[in-house]
């Protein structure tokens, strides 16, 4: 018979890196990247570098895991919303409060969410747009196919961000 050690901490307990990850349901290099992104991440460090994450922190990054992972934003639109409504907020829809849910906007809007359709099945949807009578912008495309393209290409940025960080990290 195998013995498990496991220890049940109170909700007011510091938590671990791994802990934390495991938690949110993200690797830990994830949770160490979003410190780089969002200066509201700063879990005390002991010696060696060890990370413990408050009950808050852990709050504040289900609220940021919520709109990335869950709604679809871009870390440029978190960083947008911590900035506009505060840590407080984000926390909130992270389960440490009473915030509502980010409004969802379709258009320009930085902090709008990004479809997680593939590229081909945006562009097909926006094409068919433009042939019922979306107005055209640049080249003919359709001013919908434009924003798709904005947005893949801050997705694109965030993912090139994230492997550079990979890379320093090893």
Do not use: C
Not at 1 to 21: G, L, Q, Y
Not at 69 to 82: A, C, M, P, Q, R
């Amino acid at each position: 018979m195998e013995m498990v050690n496991a220890v049940a901490k109170t909700a007011e307990a510091f938590r671990t890196i791994s802990e934390v990850a495991e938690d949110l349901d993200v690797p830990q290099h994830v949770l160490r990247f979003w410190e780089t992104r969002f200066p509201h991440v700063r879990p005390m460090k002991r010696g060696g570098g060890r990370r413990y994450y408050r009950p808050e922190d852990v709050t504040l990054l289900k609220g940021i895991r919520k709109l990335l992972y869950g709604e679809g934003f871009t870390i440029k639109g978190v960083k947008k919303i911590l900035k506009e409504k505060g840590a407080s907020h984000v926390s909130g829809l992270g389960g440490g409060g009473r915030a509502r849910a980010v409004t969802m906007v379709d258009g320009g809007d930085i902090g709008a969410p990004v479809s997680r359709a593939l590229p081909s099945e945006r562009l097909s949807a926006a094409a068919g747009a433009s042939q019922n009578g979306t107005k055209s912008g640049l080249g003919g495309l359709a001013l919908r196919e434009i924003e798709l393209l904005k947005r893949a290409r801050s997705e694109l940025s965030d993912l090139r961000d994230m492997l550079t960080y990979a890379r320093e990290s090893v």
